[in-house]
């Protein structure tokens, strides 16, 4: 059972405020239901849809299903699913249990999915039976001995192995009697985090927390029940799972789930869809563009597309506008999702030259070394406070104590500069910025340039290891179809844009994709273990 409390002083001040209130996702949701019971809530590329009657419906069978099985107040039930229709019926019916959800992507292995139902302490499990090249019946039979809890598995399509209960069946038995929804302050959600650390963190939100960061983000963007949402970024991903599910079954509105992204099934789909707004990491903005501009097809029911998780280039931003697409900046953590945005009425520009600016009821700050808030304009280390802020990471008080001080402020370890206006850029992380020889690099300024060149696609500039100068610089690419990019080629195109010679890359690798998680994220990290020992030409591919 999951038991964390929010802290006193959080709870005085923002119920002081207006800002938390007592009623729980649970029972939004169902006010969602009682409005507009007729409307499609969710569609998904295999062109299924359920309109809020039928969620209220299967969410209810679902939710009997596994209170007799024992899941109840306070339980984790992982759903480790795909962009499918079925992930708002999960949802729902976990709410109405009072039990934890917790989200986990498809891409995660074995390994991790045995820690993490571990530390969850997961009474229940929603897999489907195969997606792409897994097969999570396999998955689970080889964790069976290593689970510390025999989980209720319930399994949506057909794996190799004949494991717990279909999904159709599951939902086949009786309507819940009673729904039992928790506390507004009780855990909601359980996020476990995939940044540089070796093993994932189990960040905890209450339905409160979750409720106001929707609320703030939906209000700042003027979404209502009458959009649509396309979402490509995994569902069982922070992003994807509070402003694909959470927002949109709040508001009434409805959402059109892909489950694998390529960027002319996403332009197709957002125009069948008729999506008025989406969210990906940098990448996903580029394929849509890139096949806009191919196909010639426009979407003109889209309002914004929030882009977030790795730098926005200027270039990118401008093509986006050129065949009509806005692009928004959006910045935030699993622990303080997002803080920050582009606001409608801010310039174009803004989505290059910041990551955002606060939301209502959210603050937002740099500070120096000693925890001290620096004057806008200042670089320093980015923290946040406000009530959508996670209230810890489960099973590890000393980690929370580090990320959350006992005045509410989750530091980030983003390296920022905070202007007084409320806007953040980001310009790196604390322990990512490159130093050489005594000077610091930001790997993001070296970034946005090399995106500009022509053969670039993705870029990642990492600091590795160097006896003499502390690191060097390496920029690993991903360049665009039949093109490539020579390790002078890269120096000079540097140089010429008046980057300091101290920053130019002393290695250049060429790559056909970078490591990332499932929101588009790339994982630094990983670049750096694979490359620490990387020696000799500088023009290694």
């Known amino acids: 059972m999951i038991d964390l409390k929010p802290a006193a002083a959080s709870l005085e001040r923002y119920y002081q405020a207006g800002y938390w ?12 239901v009682a409005r507009y ?4 809530v969710v569609q998904d590329a295999s062109g299924h849809s359920l309109t809020y009657g039928e969620l209220e419906d299967k969410a209810s069978r679902l939710a009997a299903f596994l209170a007799a099985r024992g899941v109840g107040i306070g339980d984790a039930v992982t759903m480790h699913l795909p962009n499918w229709w079925q992930t708002a019926v999960v949802s729902y019916a976990t709410f109405k249990l009072g039990a934890v959800i917790n989200p986990l992507p498809p891409t995660y292995g074995w390994k991790d999915l045995a820690f993490i139902m571990n530390k969850s302490g997961a009474r229940a499990v929603i897999v489907p ?14 964790i069976k001995n290593e689970l510390t809890i025999a989980p209720t598995i319930v399994v949506i399509g057909r794996g190799k192995l004949a494991l717990g209960t279909s999904f159709d069946e599951a939902l086949s038995g009786p309507l819940l009697e009673k729904d039992n929804y928790a506390a507004a302050d009780a855990p909601g959600l359980l996020l476990f985090t995939s940044g540089s650390e070796s093993r994932p ?6 339905h409160n927390t979750a409720i106001f960061g929707e609320r703030a983000l939906s209000a700042t963007l003027q979404l209502s029940s009458d959009d649509v949402c396309f979402m490509a970024s995994p569902v069982t991903h922070t992003s994807g799972f509070m402003h694909g599910i959470l927002m949109t079954l709040m ?5 059109s789930l892909l489950d694998v992204f390529k960027g002319d099934a996403a332009v197709e789909q957002m125009a069948t869809s008729r999506a008025s707004w989406t969210m990906g990491a940098t990448p996903f903005l580029s394929d849509v563009v890139d096949s806009m501009e191919r196909s010639g097809k426009r979407l003109p029911d889209l309002r914004y597309f929030l882009c977030g998780g790795a730098p926005i280039p200027e270039v990118v931003v401008r093509r986006a506008q050129q065949v009509g697409i806005r692009v928004l900046s959006i910045y935030g953590s699993t622990e303080s999702p997002p803080h920050t945005v582009t606001w409608p009425g801010d310039p174009i520009a803004a989505a290059w030259q910041a990551d955002g600016r606060s939301l209502p009821g959210i603050e937002v700050c740099a500070v120096d070394e000693d925890g001290r808030a620096l004057p806008p304009g200042r670089q320093g280390e980015q923290w946040s406070r406000g009530p959508h802020a996670f209230i810890g990471y489960l099973g590890e008080p000393e980690l929370t104590a580090t990320a959350l001080d006992a005045q509410g402020w989750y530091h980030s ?13 980001i310009v790196g992380r604390i322990k990512d910025m490159i130093i050489r020889g005594g000077q610091n690099i930001s790997a993001r300024e070296v970034e946005d340039i090399l995106l500009e060149h022509p053969a670039c696609h993705m870029v990642s500039v990492i600091g590795l290891p160097d006896e003499r100068l502390g690191e060097l610089c390496c920029a690993v690419v991903v360049c665009h179809p039949g093109l490539s990019l020579a390790f002078d080629e890269m120096k000079q195109f540097l140089i010429e844009r008046g980057v300091a010679r101290f920053k130019l890359p002393e290695y250049l690798v060429l790559r056909d994709a970078l490591p990332a998680t499932p929101s588009g994220k790339i994982q630094k990290f990983k670049l750096r273990e694979e490359l620490k020992t990387l020696k000799g030409d500088p023009s290694h591919v």
């Open 21 to 32: 209130q007592d009623r729980s996702l649970g029972q939004l949701i169902a006010d969602s």
């Open 37 to 40: 019971s007729e409307k499609i």
């Open 129 to 142: 039976g195969k997606f792409r090249s897994a097969d999570y019946t396999e998955h689970l039979a080889q």
């Open 201 to 206: 963190k189990g960040v905890v939100h209450t």
């Open 251 to 255: 508001l009434g509105s409805s959402v």
């Open 413 to 425: 370890g983003d390296l920022a500069t905070v202007g007084a206006d409320g806007s953040v850029r």
